[in-house]
């Protein structure tokens, strides 16, 4: 059973920044592409940040330049760094993972939340 556990989320003040992390094993860690989406209320699940297996990222427009996706290969650990936080940042955030090789521009694509298998729980987001 493949497990993704994200932790770091949090109320934050605009401007404010959050760390986001996802850990899971090394087997998994290191043969899929991952990505962070996110959630709010009554609206669609977008992608925010991808990151392919060669080490490629992309973002979505509404968060380039504020946030980053990286991984960390001592701890297992997919990370995404939040920066200058607005309001409209609020949401639940998912760490997603797949083994298809997808570009790290998929999750710019609306819907492309179905085509990753692996998720994690969720952590929350408040700003």
């Known amino acids: 059973h493949v497990q993704l556990v994200e932790s770091g989320g949090g109320s934050v003040e605009a401007g404010g920044s959050l760390r986001l992390s996802c850990a899971t094993s090394?087997?998994?860690?290191?043969?899929?592409?991952f990505a962070w989406f996110r959630q709010a209320p009554e609206q669609e699940r977008e992608g925010v940040a991808g990151?392919?297996?060669?080490?490629?990222?992309d973002y979505a427009d509404s968060v380039k330049g504020r946030f980053t996706i990286s991984r960390d290969y001592v701890e297992n650990t997919l990370i995404l760094e939040m920066d200058s936080l607005k309001p409209e940042d609020t949401a639940m955030y998912y760490c997603?993972?797949?083994?298809?090789?997808?570009?790290?521009?998929?999750?710019?694509?609306?819907?492309?939340?179905?085509?990753?298998?692996?998720w994690g729980q969720g952590t929350q987001v408040t700003v």
């Open positions: 997603a993972a797949d083994l298809t090789p997808h570009a790290a521009s998929t999750v710019t694509i609306k819907g492309s939340s179905r085509l990753f298998r692996i």
């Open positions: 090394s087997v998994v860690f290191s043969d899929n592409c």
């Open positions: 990151l392919d297996m060669d080490g490629a990222t």
